[in-house]
Each structure stands twice: as C-alpha cells, then as structure tokens.
C-alpha cells in the first residue's frame, strides 16, 4: 500500500450496470469473477485512473454475510482475519491497483441493529472493516482506500456520540494511515468529524447534484486536520436527472431510450464537468485530492451509457489539468 503521486487522481465510487440480461445470481464463481473483471476492463478503458473494484453485490450483505457466518468469528461480529476477503480482489489481474471500499462500521450497524447503541458492537464491525482493509492491502491490489458511510448525516437512526463514531472509523481506518483512505459520504454534515479520524485522509462529498456541500466543508479545517477532500463533478441520481428532464420537456424519456442517453450525456457534457471541478479547485486549491462521479452507477440503464459517464468525466479531468498545467 502506497500513496498515489501528488496532485488529483480520478477514481469511481463503484456500483455498475450488469450486462442486459445478466443476473448475479446463479452465476458459478467463476462466471461471477468474470463478470467482475469484464466491468473493471469498462471502467479503465473509460479513463478512470484508480477505478474501484465493481460492486455489483449488495453492499451491506457482500459484508455481513461473511461477518455473521458463526463459524468465520473470532466473536459475534468480528470477522477471522483469514476469512476477511473481497471476492472481487481475485478478479484484479497481478500489478493492477485498484480502489478498494468497504461498507463502514456505521452503516453494517444501522442495518443490523437500527437507532439502538450498542457501543461494544459498533467497535466490533469496526474491527471487521479493519480486518478486510488488512487483507485487502496484504493482496498488493489497494492504491485507495474507501470506508463508505453514505447514511452519516443522513439517518437519524444513528444515536452513537462523536466520540464513539470517532473511535469507531479509528479503527476501522487503522490499516490505512499513511495511504490515501477516503469517506464515502452523501452529506457534509460529519465531514469535519470524519477528517479529524487519523486515518482518513479524504472526505468524499457528492457535490455534482449537490453544489452548495462544498459551501459547509471549511478549507481551514482541512489544513488543521491534515486531510483533503474529494468533489464529485459528475451526477449520478439519474432518477432525479430524468425527472427533471421529463417535466421540461413533458414527456416520458423513459419511453425513448435513445432520447433518454442524449439528454443525459448533453446535461452531463465534459464540459459541465469540467466547470464544476473548476470551481471545486478554485475553493480548495491543493487540498482538492480525487475527483470523479457522485457516486455509483448501478441503477443506469446500461453499462454503454454508464461508461460514456465515466468517459466525460476522464475527459473534464484531462482538460483542467491541461489547463493547469498538472499532465
């Protein structure tokens, strides 16, 4: 595990369309490993420079699944660290990196256990995430780290202290310090909580759909922590996009698939992109690390426009460094 180079890389959050027709289930492992890396080919051919493992299972379960197998505990819900592994790892092909993410300690709980605090259990998953990071890092595979907590500052369901969700991301972010680790969120609102934890060195905000985010996250609190922030610049809430397409234009694009992908690549332009990390980088300058989509793409309608997405984006990233200075 090592830094990336200086300077802002481009990374994906994970989540893709399956091929039409395509079901995870019943796929033998090997057809499933297959399928992982057919995607993961997509995305790099695209131009994402750190693209994550593809999730193309459900994130919560990809995990607990493993963790509450009683026979692959240490304890209830502390995994063994030899059975702490990502399946999708075995499909990165040797000498290739890749963003590696994990479901965070917090958002295993709430799905388990709801608005309760059970403190001793938290630091139990925390532990869990801890262990699969390890293993991950021990593959030679990892270049990015990501602890994606998406219902921080979102769900009021979570009744733990600042404290104890310090503690929490503390250890499970332990096998990551001295490398680029991020945090997946959806709202800004823990993002100082989050770069205060020592091995969290990137706060993730999904600023594309959301421009007014950047405006909470404070670019003196990340020099005092020591941390860097990653801007989204490309919108991934295609529900709301077509929506809103929908009602200006009074039709159903959904009807008109053809239509539905040139309006969304034209309200997705590299252009649009580029604009929005222009203003990101305008606000953080040097503290700006990773740039890519708000979030995942598994609710596209299809890989190809999915892809065209991570397309304009590598597009915005190669012009602005162009223009910077930064190739």
């Known amino acids: ?82 059975h702490a592994r990502i399946r999708e790892l075995e499909a990165v092909s040797p000498g290739e990196n890749v963003r590696v993410c994990v479901t965070g300690p917090l958002e295993l709980y709430l799905s388990a256990f709801g608005a309760t605090a059970y403190s001793d259990i938290l630091c139990s998953l925390a532990e869990s995430v801890a262990r699969f990071l390890e293993k991950a890092g021990d593959m030679g595979k990892m270049s990015v780290a990501s602890i994606d907590e998406p ?52 706060v993730g905000i999904e600023s594309a759909s959301h421009p007014d985010y950047l405006e909470l996250v404070d670019k003196k609190m990340l020099e005092e922590t020591d941390s860097f922030i990653r801007a989204g610049i490309a919108r991934t809430d295609i529900l709301s996009m077509s929506a809103q397409l929908n009602e200006r234009l009074g039709i159903n694009l959904w009807q008109d698939m053809p239509r539905l992908e040139r309006e969304i690549m034209e309200m997705e332009s590299p252009a649009v992109m580029k604009k929005r990390l222009v203003k990101a980088y305008g606000r ?10 708000d979030c995942g793409l598994g609710s596209w309608p299809s890989q190809d426009l999915a892809a065209r997405l991570l397309e304009n984006c590598a597009s915005a990233v190669r012009e602005f460094r162009s223009e910077k200075g930064m190739d």
Not at 13 to 25: D, R
């Open 1 to 82: 595990m090592s830094r990336l180079a200086e300077g802002i890389f481009y990374d994906d959050i994970g989540s893709f369309p399956l091929p039409g027709g395509v079901k995870t289930a019943g796929l033998s492992r090997e057809g499933y490993l297959d399928l992982v890396g057919s995607v993961l080919a997509i995305k790099r051919r695209a131009g994402v420079e750190c693209p994550t493992y593809p999730q193309l299972r459900d994130m919560i379960r990809m995990f607990m699944d493993e963790i509450e197998n009683p026979d692959q505990a240490d304890s209830p819900y502390l995994i063994k660290t030899e």
């Open 284 to 293: 953080f300058g040097e503290k700006l690390r990773a740039t890519g989509p």
């Open 151 to 202: 219902s921080l500052g979102m769900n009021s369901n979570i009744v733990f202290s600042e404290e104890e969700i310090i503690e929490a991301l503390e250890i499970a972010s332990r096998p990551c310090r001295g490398m680029d680790c991020e945090v997946h969120l959806h709202s800004p609102l823990y993002a100082e909580i989050c770069a205060r934890v020592s091995g969290i060195s990137i």
